[in-house]
């Protein structure tokens, strides 16, 4: 396609783990990358260790959901509140995509805009983004943010994995980080739809209660209850 003028360039968008990311990246000469990154996801899929990586081997990263499907724009209280305190203020928005472009590695930021008012905004954003803009105590508030959400997720999972495999094939950190972002962003909604998209055979109610996941647990979770309580919540029209 390259060769007979279809195309100029070849990229790949991608969806798993940091190590498979790398694989594919010295796997061809690429000229670009699409990840999805925000300040939450910096160890989610590709994160800020892939990011890095295909930058050093020359390709451009476009970021797709820097606002993470729209959860990081209306912030629950606690949040709210934790902005409030920076010295520069920014909408939440706004807050998210200038952690994105504040990084040299970040070639291109893709955001949804369903509304005259989100295009003038993000232009707004992006004329007073820079590499290198935010402050260390801005930078700090971001992490302070990260871990304000973290903790207001109920359940302890830090996805080891150490739960796999289930043998009833649950898809367990999946499902327990799914309640927890239905919890942190305030949206049960989605929640429910990300459960959706898991197989039949990967949700919640194929548990059996062997109990070999809470065995190994390091977190000591009650994951069966947990797992219970998901189903319940978002089982209903999966």
């Not at 495999?165 to 739809?193: Q, R």
Request: hydrophobic letters at 35%; aromatic letters at 8%.
């Amino acid at each position: 396609a390259i060769a007979d003028g279809r195309i100029g360039h070849l990229g790949f968008s991608f969806h798993d783990s940091t190590d498979v990311f790398k694989e594919i990246v010295d796997a061809h000469d690429w000229t670009f990358c699409q990840i999805q990154h925000n300040y939450m996801d910096i160890e989610y899929q590709a994160g800020t260790k892939g990011l890095r990586y295909a930058a050093s081997k020359g390709l451009a990263v476009v970021i797709m959901e820097p606002l993470l499907g729209g959860q990081l724009v209306d912030p629950p209280q606690q949040i709210e509140e934790l902005w409030d305190t920076a010295a520069v203020k920014r909408k939440p928005a706004d807050w998210a995509l200038q952690w994105l472009w504040n990084q040299p590695e970040v070639s291109l930021v893709l955001s949804g805009m369903s509304a005259m008012q989100h295009v003038e905004e993000n232009c707004r954003s992006a004329a007073a983004s820079g590499v290198g803009t935010l402050s260390a105590d801005e930078l700090e508030m971001i992490a302070q943010v990260r871990s304000v959400y973290q903790e207001l997720g109920p359940i302890p999972c830090t996805d080891c994995k150490y739960c796999l495999p289930c043998p009833s094939g649950v898809k367990i950190p999946s499902i327990l980080n799914t309640y927890n972002e239905g919890v942190m962003y305030e949206d049960p909604e989605g929640a429910k739809a990300s459960y959706a998209w898991l197989e039949e055979g990967q949700r919640a109610d194929k548990c059996t209660e062997c109990l070999e996941c809470e065995e190994v647990c390091p977190q000591s979770i009650p994951i069966t209850e947990w797992l219970k309580k998901a189903h319940a919540q978002f089982g209903s029209e999966a």
